[in-house]
């Protein structure tokens, strides 16, 4: 299949499956007499397990690291748990920040009156350039 149907059967655009190639997280596809990559199920599999990966937020370096692993039958299914669990701790990490960022917001638009008056302390916040929240 060319690159446009093996993007549509993984889910993985055309241009990011290029770019897979070009950074080597996936293989270069085979080419045709005419130059135009020819790809079978087991790298719309490939491609398919990319997408999944980032789907749930790992880095393409942790993609590389799960798919050596995928690849290795003599795995263990420790390192795998390892990178789940890390995982894990930073998207939390994440969340809290945001939280922390919509707690912020929050109470800055609440104490806004959002009358026509121009004094606003959301834009005081703004304006200072320093605050508590965790990002």
Known sequence: MNIGQA?????????MIRYYESIGLITAAGRTASGYRVYGQTEVQILR??????????????????????RDRSRHSADVKHIATTQIAELQDRIAGMQA?????????????????PDCPI??????????TKH
């Open 49 to 70: 397990f990319i997408r999944r990966a980032r789907d749930l937020g790992f880095s393409v370096e942790k993609i590389e690291e799960l798919l050596a692993l995928w």
């Open 101 to 117: 960022m919509v707690d912020t917001l929050r109470h800055l638009a609440d104490a806004c009156c959002g009358d026509d008056r």
């Open 123 to 132: 834009l005081a916040d703004l304006e200072q350039g320093t605050g508590v």
């Open 7 to 15: 993007a549509k059967a993984s889910g993985v655009s055309a241009k």
